[in-house]
């Protein structure tokens, strides 16, 4: 079991930048390939990002690709998002996951563990 505490999140102005964080809790964290998704009021839950375990590979959602950069740090268990050059439909709370398989999947289904989520707010 892991438990996942998302972190960095606010209200910025379009343009801006946010990096949010998000800490593992256990000593299993390199063996999770990990992700970030975002659910905006009304909306699904959806995809943004993913990173392999050893941070080697990475897959983006189109509407991010650019803009947004995941990373990791294994010995301190924390994942990463870097955003920039936010826009208003950047608005949303944005959740950290784990997943156990092999893969970095970009589908809700392939995550075991979720975090709180913590929310952006991109004002235009």
């Known amino acids: 079991q892991v438990q996942l505490v998302e972190s960095g999140g606010g209200l910025v102005q379009a343009g801006g930048s946010l990096r949010l964080s998000c800490a593992a809790s256990?000593?299993?964290?390199?063996?999770?390939?990990m992700g970030w998704f975002r659910q905006a009021p009304g909306k699904e839950r959806e995809f943004v990002a993913a990173?392999?375990?050893?941070?080697?590979?990475?897959h983006y959602a189109d509407s991010v690709k650019g803009r947004f950069t995941i990373s990791r740090d294994n010995a301190k268990n924390t994942v990463y998002l870097q955003m920039n050059s936010l826009k208003p439909e950047d608005t949303a709370v944005y959740y950290c996951?784990?997943?156990?398989?092999?893969?970095?999947?970009?589908?809700?289904?392939?995550?075991?563990?979720w975090g709180q989520g913590t929310q952006v707010t991109v004002s235009s």
């Open positions: 996951a784990a997943s156990r398989g092999s893969a970095y999947p970009d589908n809700l289904r392939g995550y075991n563990y």
């Open positions: 256990g000593r299993t964290f390199s063996s999770y390939a």
């Open positions: 990173i392999s375990r050893s941070g080697g590979s990475t």
